[in-house]
């Protein structure tokens, strides 16, 4: 606590159903053990000898891949039904705080599988409406400049099963758990398509991986020449093979299709290339029977990661009430917080650096009085866009389409404590 300020972490709570500042949830342990926050075990005591203070542990390892907890691992790890390739897996988010996912955890979806790419035999090239094509080996790109963002990926895809009509009573992580967050590093694309030499009618890049989908994607040349990347590391280690090693495409805010992993070419073009990607998926069919093709932005969204769905709340007490918020129009200017399934709204604590593409926590303490109760976030961005609710978002959205949805997530708490996925 010493780093903060009260007032910096402390919020008006001026809501309904037990929300609470966190200096008025600090005054209630300021009364003794009586009064306490959260029961303290230590006044149960103990003199026994835990197994683990009574003999010397494991020696040191080469690289630590144990998790600390076995419940710390991928869920929905689902086949597609064109194979156990194409499939997806998702971040646990019920098990993680603070805002960076570990890569061990990052969210993935194949649409053919991991390559194993061998880095020395794989070549990157440029080519198309360039004034000079160039093709460049790992060991060369990692000679270059490099610059490192901490940034949210998300698929367009994430908690679609939230528009289902039927409630699923899943967790945090298994309904919008395709969302991660890691500090990435790699070449500004820019560096390498100036290197190259863009013609002047050059309007569009198609980037294409080198796994057996050799899946592709065109992305305007406005987002290629700001902000995207060529991604090289991943929270300070080379890129996990999950995650597109040697090297993949990072466009920041957008949805993670457009981030072409195991990247190997880039041609240049005056034109989109329709490919599959971009014409029968992820496009948005509304209602009026007009489908939207590049809605490449992620939306506004929020989602509170604890308590969530599948959890269990021991007793009636003080909670923290906890999340992610991101978007892909820019920063997150604020995270409300409802107790009571949307009647009245309070705002959060952002409690991480706030940047673009950048995902927040935020944080309230929330008193439960062991009644039922509805929990909700929505988020607000810098460009003033407000999370919808789920109906809204569904709003001109046709029967069975469900890229891009951003919808609230409301998690109900029920007379015993079991929270779980409700359509509010
Ligand atoms: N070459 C290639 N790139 C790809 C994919 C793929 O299957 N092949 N999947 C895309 C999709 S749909 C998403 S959401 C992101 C997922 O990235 P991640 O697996 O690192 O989370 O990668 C994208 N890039
Ligand atoms: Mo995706």
Same mark, same amino acid.
């Given at each position: 606590?010493?780093?903060?300020?009260?007032?910096?972490?402390?919020?008006?709570?001026?809501?309904?159903?037990?929300?609470?500042? %966190?200096?008025?949830?600090?005054?209630?342990?300021?009364?003794?053990?009586?009064?306490?926050?959260?029961?303290?075990?230590?006044?149960?005591?103990? #003199?026994?000898?835990?197994?683990?203070?009574? /003999?010397?542990?494991? *020696?040191?390892?080469?690289?630590?891949?144990?998790?600390?907890?076995?419940?710390?691992?991928?869920?929905?790890?689902?086949?597609?039904?064109?194979?156990?390739?194409?499939?997806?897996?998702?971040?646990?988010?019920?098990?993680?705080?603070? #805002?960076?996912?570990? $890569?061990?955890?990052?969210?993935? %979806?194949?649409?053919?599988?991991?390559?194993?790419?061998?880095?020395?035999?794989?070549?990157?090239?440029?080519?198309?409406?360039?004034?000079? +094509?160039?093709?460049?080996?790992?060991?060369?790109?990692?000679?270059?400049?490099?610059?490192?963002?901490?940034?949210?990926?998300?698929?367009?895809?994430?908690?679609?099963?939230?528009?289902? #009509?039927?409630?699923?009573?899943?967790?945090?992580?298994?309904? $919008?758990?395709?969302?991660?967050?890691?500090?990435?590093?790699?070449?500004?694309?820019?560096?390498?398509?100036? =290197?190259?030499?863009?013609?002047?009618?050059?309007?569009?890049?198609?980037?294409?991986?080198?796994?057996?989908?050799?899946?592709?994607?065109?992305?305007?040349?406005?987002?290629?020449?700001?902000?995207?990347?060529?991604?090289?590391?991943?929270?300070?280690?080379?890129?996990?093979?999950?995650?597109?090693?040697?090297?993949?495409?990072?466009?920041? /805010?957008? =949805?993670? $299709?457009?981030?072409?992993?195991?990247?190997?070419?880039?041609? @240049?073009?005056?034109? +989109?290339?329709?490919?599959?990607?971009?014409?029968?998926?992820? #496009? &948005?069919?509304?209602?009026?029977?007009?489908?939207?093709?590049?809605?490449?932005?992620?939306?506004?969204?929020?989602?509170?990661?604890?308590?969530?769905?599948?959890?269990?709340?021991?007793?009636?007490?003080?909670? =923290?009430?906890?999340?992610?918020?991101?978007? /892909?129009?820019?920063?997150?200017?604020?995270?409300? @917080?409802?107790? &009571?399934?949307?009647?009245?709204?309070?705002?959060?604590?952002?409690?991480?650096?706030?940047?673009?593409?950048?995902?927040?926590?935020?944080?309230? +303490?929330? %008193?439960?009085?062991?009644?039922?109760?509805?929990?909700?976030?929505?988020?607000?961005?810098?460009?003033?866009?407000?999370? *919808?609710?789920?109906?809204?978002?569904?709003?001109?959205?046709?029967?069975?389409?469900?890229?891009?949805? $951003?919808?609230?997530?409301?998690?109900?708490?029920?007379?015993?404590?079991?929270?779980?996925? @409700?359509?509010?």
């Amino acid at each position: 606590m010493a780093n903060f300020s009260d007032q910096e972490l402390d919020s008006s709570a001026s809501a309904g159903n037990g929300l609470l500042s %966190r200096r008025q949830w600090l005054r209630l342990g300021a009364g003794g053990a009586a009064a306490s926050l959260v029961a303290p075990v230590w006044a149960a005591g103990g #003199t026994s000898v835990e197994p683990w203070r009574s /003999g010397s542990g494991a *020696p040191p390892s080469q690289y630590g891949d144990q998790p600390s907890l076995a419940s710390l691992k991928r869920e929905q790890i689902s086949a597609h039904p064109f194979g156990p390739q194409a499939g997806a897996s998702s971040t646990p988010l019920q098990f993680l705080n603070g #805002t960076i996912t570990p $890569n061990g955890l990052h969210f993935e %979806r194949h649409h053919s599988g991991i390559p194993e790419i061998e880095p020395s035999a794989h070549r990157l090239t440029i080519h198309g409406l360039v004034k000079q +094509p160039l093709s460049f080996d790992y060991e060369a790109l990692l000679r270059y400049p490099m610059v490192s963002r901490v940034l949210f990926m998300e698929c367009s895809g994430n908690s679609y099963r939230n528009t289902f #009509t039927t409630v699923l009573d899943e967790t945090a992580g298994g309904l $919008n758990g395709l969302v991660s967050c890691a500090e990435w590093t790699g070449i500004p694309l820019h560096y390498l398509l100036d =290197e190259a030499g863009l013609d002047a009618s050059a309007t569009w890049m198609v980037a294409e991986g080198a796994d057996a989908a050799g899946m592709n994607r065109s992305v305007p040349l406005s987002l290629a020449t700001s902000d995207a990347m060529l991604a090289l590391y991943q929270n300070g280690e080379p890129l996990r093979r999950s995650q597109g090693f040697p090297m993949r495409l990072l466009v920041p /805010g957008c =949805e993670g $299709n457009l981030s072409v992993k195991w990247l190997r070419s880039l041609k @240049v073009m005056n034109q +989109p290339a329709h490919t599959r990607e971009e014409t029968s998926k992820y #496009t &948005d069919l509304q209602l009026d029977g007009v489908a939207w093709q590049f809605s490449l932005r992620m939306g506004v969204k929020s989602v509170i990661t604890s308590p969530s769905g599948q959890m269990q709340l021991p007793e009636k007490g003080v909670f =923290e009430i906890s999340g992610l918020a991101w978007s /892909g129009h820019g920063s997150v200017r604020a995270v409300e @917080v409802s107790a &009571d399934g949307g009647r009245s709204w309070t705002e959060a604590v952002i409690q991480s650096e706030v940047g673009k593409h950048k995902p927040v926590r935020f944080r309230i +303490p929330w %008193r439960w009085n062991g009644q039922p109760a509805v929990l909700q976030s929505r988020a607000v961005d810098s460009a003033g866009n407000v999370q *919808p609710t789920r109906s809204q978002a569904l709003q001109n959205v046709a029967p069975g389409f469900s890229y891009h949805y $951003n919808g609230i997530q409301s998690w109900r708490v029920n007379a015993e404590g079991r929270v779980s996925n @409700v359509h509010a």
